[in-house]
């Protein structure tokens, strides 16, 4: 496995590595995460950007431009065998794609890990408060919009210059 194989998985672990879904972390002997353009050719895969067979991680674009939130979504597949090597594949059979509770985990694990996005000034002032949607989407929120109607209470970002800017202690 090359180089940019290692460090994306390294770095999919480590922020699976902070959620508790299982017993034991994943566990990371056998895994291997390969590009399979051709793969993704093929009908019934059209739809997807990456799928896993067992320790198998197969995307389609190249290894070093695989989107690190669908690396982290691949792997926590990787994680859900690990845990449940039978009930995990067969949940596709009954239940499906869009709503099976596999999927919905691994989505879950790729938003609830992702770095948060960097707004500027506003990420070292004391006034700001990040806001997480229900979809996963992080806005941040101004404070001093409550007392000062000049300010606006999500600014547009990256904030480059404030006057109300106060730095955290």
Known sequence: MNAAAQAKLAQAKARLDTLDLYPRPVRMRRVRLVSAPWLFRLPWF??????????????????????????????????????HPVAMPLSYVYRGYRDNPNEVQARQAAETTRALP???LCDSCRHQRLVRTARGSVFT????????????????????????HEPRS
Do not use: N
């Open 118 to 120: 960097r707004f500027g």
């Open 46 to 83: 059209r739809r997807f950007h990456g799928y896993t067979m067992w320790d198998l991680i197969l995307v389609r674009a190249p290894v070093a431009e695989a989107g690190d939130d669908l690396v982290t979504h691949e792997l926590c597949h990787v994680w859900q065998m690990q845990h």
């Open 141 to 164: 929120m101004c404070l001093r919009a409550k007392t000062d109607a000049s300010f606006p209470k999500y600014p547009r970002v990256p904030v480059t210059a404030c006057r109300g």
